[in-house]
Nanobody, 126 residues
Framework: QVRLVESGGGLVQAGDSLRLSCAAS??????????MAWFRQAPGKEREFVAA????????NYADDVKGRFTISRDNAKNTVYLQVNSLKPEDTAVYYC?????????????????WGQGTQVTVSS
């Protein structure tokens, strides 16, 4: 059983910043061997890729519309992945989900991820 718990979301104004966190746990889960990612889902839309990071932080990928504003990072000693979100826009409003992969890479593909958190809401007002 793998548990992913997101935190750090909230209601902010356009231009503000947040730091999202995702704490991972599980007896059969080795965080330091897993690629991790953030996805988001806005009302009425499909879940979409935001950012991913490889097992050792050697590689990362970002969706085009967040490049330069969002930064994904991880702390393997704390079994935690982060998403620093800056210069927020109203269109960033969504539930943000943390995901863990059985692979080590930084895939953007949703099918690469096996475990999901419950999500944290980010709402950006204009």
């Amino acid at each position: 059983q793998v548990r992913l718990v997101e935190s750090g979301g909230g209601l902010v104004q356009a231009g503000d910043s947040l730091r999202l966190s995702c704490a991972a746990s599980g007896r059969t889960f080795t965080f330091s061997d897993s690629g991790m990612a953030w996805f988001r889902q806005a009302p009425g839309k499909e879940r979409e890729f935001v950012a991913a990071i490889s097992w050792n932080a050697g590689s990362s990928n970002y969706a085009d519309d967040v490049k330069g504003r969002f930064t994904i990072s991880r702390d393997n000693a704390k079994n935690t992945v982060y998403l620093q979100v800056n210069s927020l826009k109203p269109e960033d409003t969504a539930v943000y989900y943390c995901a863990a992969s059985r692979f080590r890479g930084s895939s953007w593909h949703i099918d690469s991820y096996d475990y999901w958190g419950q999500g944290t809401q980010v709402t950006v007002s204009s």
